[in-house]
């Protein structure tokens, strides 16, 4: 750094704000450092940055299931927002089981991760109490907070509501719901949601109309194939995510059942597959990308030495297609 510094005609100081990004600086500056650096071949030596602060460059994404696109595009907001300041991510899988979650925050604390961002399924706050005590910060995106870390949550009532308008407006009557398990962490917000709807709606949404599942495909298969298996059927199922919806719309195919003419379908998420698919998939849009960017906002604020907890809520949007 030392030697860009000379051949840029500036302190090392000011190199250490290019790489970073911690601190403005001009773009001359920036246009001479970044040819000095280029010239002299430098790269950060991160081995040793790390030994020297104690803590590593590494951020911890932790996500449920990355199969599912929602989390992949979540994964890519992050990168682009933490890689100029030479924060690197790194995404792990739990497959949603708890001894998968904890394994991957021990690791953080042993590690000493600059910061993880996790969608914790079966957490909780308690499990997050060994990065706090080694100053690890940490952001959830979560439909409920988490202790003193950092929240990014959804706000959806405007969006559900809207939803709830249009399978209304088609004259369904009987909704259902293929909700998540019961042990996922928080309980399930978006059943809780869907059901205030329902009342306020004058519809029936009674609780033998509401399977649970894992978020997959196959639990949309089988909890869609449970629901049509009654003698009083729903006309209308919505749906844990958009992974579970297109289970459901693949086990509707299977069964000869017309969607949207038997029955409305609505996902959640709106994942890049939902405009692909036919009928395309009418849902409830989570943009990953704009939870990506507050996350990794929110985690940049905490290493630069924000104490107070801050949430921010992402609004959601309705997105009509085909299903309904």
């Known amino acids: 750094m030392a030697d860009v510094a000379r051949a840029a005609g500036v302190s090392s100081a000011t190199v250490s704000y290019v790489l970073s990004g911690k601190r403005p600086v001009a773009e001359e500056t920036r246009q001479v450092v970044e040819a000095a650096i280029a010239e002299l071949g430098f790269s950060v030596n991160t081995m040793a940055r790390s030994l020297r602060t104690g803590r590593s460059s590494i951020v911890a994404l932790v996500v449920p299931d990355l199969a599912n696109p929602f989390y992949a595009q979540l994964a890519a907001s992050i990168q682009v927002e933490l890689r100029p300041l030479g924060l690197h991510v790194m995404v792990c899988d739990t497959r949603a089981d708890r001894d998968e979650e904890r394994a991957f925050l021990r690791e953080a604390v042993q590690q000493r991760f600059a910061g993880v961002v996790i969608t914790p399924f079966r957490l909780a706050a308690k499990d997050f109490l060994p990065l706090s005590e080694v100053g690890i910060p940490v952001v959830v995106s979560a ?146 990308a704009d939870v990506g960017r507050a996350a990794a906002r929110l985690l940049i604020e905490r290493l630069d030495g924000r104490v107070a907890r801050r949430t921010v809520h992402v609004r959601a949007e309705f997105v009509p297609r085909g299903t309904v």
């Open 143 to 288: 439909d409920v907070p988490f202790g003193d870390a950092d929240l990014v949550t959804p706000d959806a009532r405007a969006a559900m509501r809207a939803a709830m308008t249009e399978v209304t407006r088609a004259g369904r009557r009987r909704i259902a719901m293929i909700a998540g398990p019961r042990d996922a962490t928080g309980g399930d917000p978006r059943l809780e949601l869907l059901r205030a709807l329902a009342v306020q709606f004058g519809v029936s949404l009674p609780g033998r109309l509401v399977v649970r599942g894992e978020h997959t495909r196959e639990a949309g298969a089988v909890g869609f194939g449970e629901l049509m298996g009654m003698k009083h059927r729903p006309d209308a199922v919505f749906c844990a995510n958009d992974v579970v919806a297109v289970g459901a719309m693949g086990r509707a195919e299977a069964l000869g059942i017309d969607v949207p003419g038997d029955v409305a379908l609505v996902g959640h998420d709106d994942a890049s597959f939902a405009s692909l698919v036919r009928p395309r998939l009418t849902t409830v849009r989570y943009p990953a």
